[in-house]
């Protein structure tokens, strides 16, 4: 027999007298009384739920009886085949939704599923299936209404408990970012003023220019830690917007080793690029910060040389940054790019997060690759747009 779904208003109380096929009204009040006793219990809400439904099961001559919400879905053991457990759920469901009682027919049963409502929120709905009598409508009503409460409750303990775990988080999250920027910034600050202080008194010209040198060093750093916290800033407000223009990996590459000019100062690199290389589409002041992001962790963390490559992979292009050190530690290398892990226990461990989030701004993705030498090697990878049309 073909099912149907429609709303149902809510029935009125009912009289003294029975309905036929359902309880009479002493019946139904020691229903509701058990009902009420059962969700009082001290017990976890599932078993709580569970015996209601036993007790729904009971009420009507050949019932079967269950709930749905907020993940939840139980029924009693006796209810009937899969398919009818299956068609009373869908109707609790929009019960559910809709917030109103719903009716269905599943060949010779009854559905009636009613929302589990409790002030201006619906948290599921109850649902009861019989073939030997019409379900009385009023009691599963009321019973819903009783459940609904206990249920609301729950829900809510567990949002307020989930609520102060993130609370939590957030204000280690904050501790850490605290502590690690405090490091960042007075480490460099540190290292300025007493080059400065030295060289108040130093008379030899060298000597001088190392300490302008360190000075300038330092500073450098320092800029670099409030870039990567700015542009971390930027993208987590969603401020950060990606400038995308036509350039070659020859070009990104030499952007970002002249950026890092005063890091590598000293330090051997080579260079490998394709013979024609492809345009892409990219960011190049985003691309650069990358680049200089990984070369700046080539040189503080690996070992010389370090070897920056660009080579086409199918429809894509990959530019690596690595170096022949002991490359990234295989405890280390599944979070990588989370946030604050770094390695050695130096620097704020934000640079690589902080890279993937600006190579993802721009349609690219930053991998850690095995590369040609020993050590770490991240890979920026591009995709390969059709190249623009030729003016004519």
């Not at 149907?4 to 009912?14: G, L």
């Not at 006796?78 to 939704?97: F, I, K, Q, S, Y």
């Not at 299936?129 to 819903?144: F, H, K």
């Not at 000597?207 to 060093?217: G, V």
């Amino acid at each position: 027999m073909p099912g149907y779904d429609r709303a149902m208003p809510r029935p009125s109380p009912p009289t003294p007298a029975a309905e036929p096929g359902a309880p009479g009204g002493d019946g139904r009040l020691a229903t509701i009384l058990a009902a009420v006793k059962l969700l009082e219990a001290d017990a976890p809400l599932d078993a709580r739920l569970e015996a209601l439904i036993a007790l729904v099961a009971r009420t009507h001559p050949s019932a079967a009886a269950g709930i749905v919400g907020d993940g939840r879905r139980h029924h009693d053991p006796g209810a009937g085949d899969a398919t009818l457990v299956a068609a009373a759920e869908a109707a609790a469901v929009t019960a559910a939704r809709t917030g109103t009682t719903r009716r269905a027919r599943h060949g010779d049963w009854t559905v009636l599923a009613a929302p589990l409502r409790c002030r201006d929120r619906v948290d599921g709905a109850l649902w009861v299936a019989d073939r030997a009598a019409e379900v009385d409508e009023w009691l599963v009503t009321e019973l819903a209404g009783r459940a609904a409460p206990a249920v609301a409750t729950e829900l809510q303990r567990v949002e307020q408990l989930e609520q102060a775990e993130a609370l939590h988080r957030s204000d280690a999250l904050k501790t850490t970012l605290l502590h690690g920027v405090t490091h960042e910034l007075l480490s460099p600050l540190a290292g300025i003023a007493n080059a400065a202080e030295a060289l108040g008194v130093i008379q030899d010209h060298d000597e001088r220019r190392e300490l302008a040198r360190a000075i300038t060093a330092e500073t450098q750093r320092l800029e670099r830690v409030v870039s990567n916290l700015l542009d971390l800033s930027r993208l987590e407000g969603g401020v950060l917007q990606a400038r995308m223009d036509w350039c070659t990996p020859e070009e990104l590459i030499g952007a970002g080793l002249q950026a890092a000019g005063a890091i590598l100062d000293g330090v051997p690199v080579t260079t490998e690029v394709p013979d024609d290389p492809p345009l892409l589409r990219a960011d190049p002041v985003l691309s650069e910060r990358i680049l200089v992001n990984l070369l700046n962790n080539a040189v503080r963390h690996g070992t010389p040389p370090i070897h920056v490559a660009a080579r086409r992979e199918g429809d894509e292009v990959a530019v690596s940054v690595m170096d022949d050190g002991p490359g990234v530690h295989p405890d280390v290398l599944p979070s990588v790019f989370e946030p604050f892990i770094h390695r050695e226990g130096v620097g704020l461990g934000l640079g690589l997060p902080l890279c993937r989030r600006l190579a993802e701004a721009q349609g690219a993705r930053l991998e850690h690759r095995a590369g040609d030498l020993a050590g770490a090697c991240f890979t920026l990878v591009f995709p390969l747009p059709a190249p623009p049309a030729q003016a004519t």
